[in-house]
Each structure stands twice: as C-alpha cells, then as structure tokens.
C-alpha cells in the first residue's frame, strides 16, 4: 500500500527511515539544554526522581517528608472562613471574567491593609501587584532584573527555584553562605566580598525555607545595612510569613523600607494552607520611592502585562479571606507545627549518622548534616536519599537540590503518627547501614 507521501514505515528504533532531526527548521543540536538545566534544579525533578525509586511491591504506604505541601494530612486543613469566602465569590458571579492584569482592586486593597499591619508606614493598592502564587512573583522579579551583564546574591542553601530561574533567564548567580552554627544567619562578611557594580539585588527567605530559622530584628537590620551599603535591592521572599513557633516572631524585612528599597514576595499558600489556589504576591516596600525612580515598578508592570493572572474568583475571595480568617485558626497551626518540629529535632538527635545544628523556628522544614564515614556504602546525599526511599518508602530531600551537598532536608508538616512513624524508618535505616568499626 501506498504511503501518500508519508514517513510512515519505522525502523527497529522508531525513527521514520530516512528521517534525520537535521531536515527540520526548527532542530538545534543544542536546543533545550538551557531549559533542560533549569528544570533539572527543581524540587520537582528530584522528587520525581526519588518516588520512582520508591519499591512498587511494598506494602508500607509512603512518608513523604520531602515537600513542602502540608495538605495530605488532614490536620492542616485550610480556615473554614477560607472556603466560605471562595464558594461566596464564585455564587456571586461578579468574578467569571478577565481581571486587570495587575489584579482585582479589592484584592488589591486588602493585601496592602494586610501586609501594612506590620509596618511602620501605609503600602497603597498600588504597591501590590497579583501573581499566580508566589512562583510566579519569582518568576517575574528575575526575568525584570535579568540585564546583561548583571548578578544577583542567593542564599546558600536556598529555594531552588530561584537557581532554576536565573539559569533559564541567564541572569549570573553568586552564592553567600547561611551559617548553621548562628542560626543560619547571612554571612554578611561574604555577601560584602562577592558584590560588586554589577550586583543588582540580595535574596532573603525569611522564614526560611530550606533551614526552619526566623531571623532577629538586628540581623534584618544588618542585612539592610549592607544592602544599602551596596546599592542594591531586597528580594524579600516571606511566603511563609508569621509561621513563627519558636522564641523569635516573625519581622518582615519591609519595616526596613526607608533603608533599602524592598520587594516581598508572599503568597496565602503557606499560612492558609492552600497552596493549590495560586494566590501570590509582589509587594514593593519603598517609601522613598526608589523603585520608581528607577522605573522597577514599570518593569514589573510591563512583565505582567504579557503574563498569566491568578484565578478571578480567588483573587475576588481575598478581601474576605483575610477579614474573617480568626486568630485561633492561626494558633493552632503554630501549635501544630511547633509540636512536630520538637518532635523531629528529638528524634534526630537519637539517629547515627545525621546532627541538626539548629532547632526550627519556622516554616515547615529542618536542614540536617548527615556524617557519612558513620554509614557504609553511600556515595553522597541523592543516594543516601534513593536507597532510603527504597528501602523505607520514606521521602526526604537531599541537600545537593538546595546547594548544600551531604544535607538533608525534612518536612514535618505532617501528621505526628506519620512523621513518627518516617523519622522510625529513617533511624532503622541508618542503624542498617552503620558502619562496622574495625
């Protein structure tokens, strides 16, 4: 039978015969490999790779302390007040088409009274622009700083999405190193030696994710000071804002504002619980109007306006959302999330092998050192992590994916008889694989 012209007829591999890539426009030898080096750095892909290594056969169900989605359980539920106020906009059809590109006015408005709260001065609806959770606000504040020839400051370890943005955008990385033993403070002593004229902004997460720290008043004073110093901008990542349990509360880095120009980047994912709605924001804290000045603002301006808007109907839902969400619903997620990280700093302690140097704070996770020459047979982090998730179907992020190599990093916003129940396998884990002294 006739072909009609087609490159039907396959050979043993798949491929048409006669049928090379290099016959098509659109081929490049090199395509995709930027794109295939950012995506490599996600969370993502690593926890992809980690859930296949998961054995199929096993009857155990996974633990799965590796990312940052609390939702599984059902503990941290989201505010009643919350879903109310979602069902309310969507009943009232006032929110089924397109929003300004900036966001809903009222919305707007809102987050401004909201993040104003803890600040020495007013945000106006103006300084908040909607993003599709704070990924997004990521995305844009890279892309809008990402010039020729210009590099930014990140943290040491960090939220890799930041990583595998500016690898997509090529805007230059230099990493300044957090100090676990001072409670994974900024070396600000590197961060002065590796600025330079064409540094363009520092990146705080505050609290912390990968580490669980809130930083002190004075040290967000100093971060500012230096920064200043420099001439460059704050990256406030504050998406975890207020998920503070320890002896520090939370600060945000905008009281700084008349220091520094600050831009934070938040999101109701985090302390509501609902990282799946996709509600984000970029706030810019800047009373002297620097920004401005500078025209970031319209560069902001300009990347939304050839981009993606949150959902209309969740962004209509925030006004309420943040009036009628009460005081005990936030309470008892801090007391939950303090009972479990008591719960796995004590159980670190007891495993051979892995030392956490620093207690949580916040947020959602800890870092730990694991000491490798006390276990046998594991070339590094993502290995140890494999054969964990293997062995134990117990999921926790390796270091290397945070830019802190032989590290691990634990969730344990989870239920406490999972997280117990995780942290058991982990330390039967070690015990098998101790290393036998001579």
């Known amino acids: ?21 290099s016959r098509w426009r659109f081929f490049r030898p090199t395509a995709g490999t930027q794109l295939a080096a950012a995506g490599s750095m996600s969370i993502r892909s690593v926890l992809n790779r980690l859930n296949s290594s998961v054995d199929a056969s096993g009857t155990r169900p996974v633990v799965p302390l590796g990312h940052g989605d609390p939702t599984s359980s059902a503990c941290f539920r989201t505010a009643p007040a919350a879903e109310d106020a979602v069902v309310d906009a969507l009943r009232s059809r006032k929110h089924n088409g397109y929003s300004p590109t900036v966001g ?36 844009i504040m890279i892309s809008v700083l990402a010039q020729p020839g210009a590099n930014i400051l990140l943290p040491r ?30 070396d600000l002593e590197s961060v002065k030696a590796i600025a330079d004229e064409n540094t363009v902004a520092i ?15 004075d040290h967000l004073a100093q971060i500012a000071e230096t920064a200043g110093e420099l001439g460059i901008l704050i990256i406030a990542d504050e998406v975890y804002d207020h998920l503070a349990f320890g002896s520090k509360p939370f600060i ?81 997620i801090l007391d939950l999330l303090r009972n479990s990280a008591d719960l796995c700093y004590g159980k670190i302690k007891d495993i051979r092998g892995i030392t956490c140097p ?33 062995e134990e179907s117990v999921i926790v992020l390796p270091g290397t994916a945070l830019g802190m190599k032989d590290w691990v990093r634990i969730t344990f ?26």
Request: with cysteine; charged share 25%.
């Open 104 to 139: 809903v006015p009222q919305a707007r408005s809102a987050i401004a009274e909201y993040l104003s709260r803890d600040l020495p001065y007013e945000l106006s609806p103006d300084d908040i622009y909607l993003t599709s959770g704070c990924v997004q606000a990521i995305e």
């Open 203 to 217: 990146l705080i997460i505050n609290p912390s994710n990968p580490c669980g720290s809130v930083y002190s008043h």
């Open 157 to 186: 370890p960090g939220f890799p999405m930041y990583k595998s943005r500016t690898t997509f955008s090529e805007l230059e990385v230099r990493y300044f190193d957090l100090v676990p033993e001072r409670g994974w403070e900024a």
């Open 1 to 21: 039978m006739a072909n009609n012209g087609g490159s039907s007829r396959r050979g043993d591999d798949g491929v048409g015969v006669g049928v090379t890539p």
């Open 252 to 332: 945000p880095m905008g009281i700084f504002g008349k220091t520094v120009p600050v831009i934070t980047l938040g999101a109701i994912s985090k302390r509501w619980l609902v990282p799946g709605w996709r509600l984000g924001w970029i706030a810019t804290c800047d009373p002297n109007g620097i920004l401005k000045e500078t025209k970031i603002d319209q560069s902001i301006q300009n990347y939304i306006n050839i981009t993606s808007d949150p959902a209309t109907f969740i962004q209509g839902a925030v006004p309420q959302i943040i009036a009628n969400t009460k005081e005990e619903y936030f309470n008892k």
């Open 358 to 390: 620093h207690k949580p704070e916040g947020s959602m996770f800890v870092m730990a050192k694991l000491d490798l020459s006390c276990l046998d047979g594991f070339s590094d982090d993502i290995d140890f992590c494999c054969r964990l998730a293997k």
């Open 413 to 438: 916003a989870i239920d406490l008889p999972s997280l117990e129940d995780g942290l058991e396998r982990l330390k039967s884990f070690c015990e098998r694989h101790a290393r036998v002294e001579a």
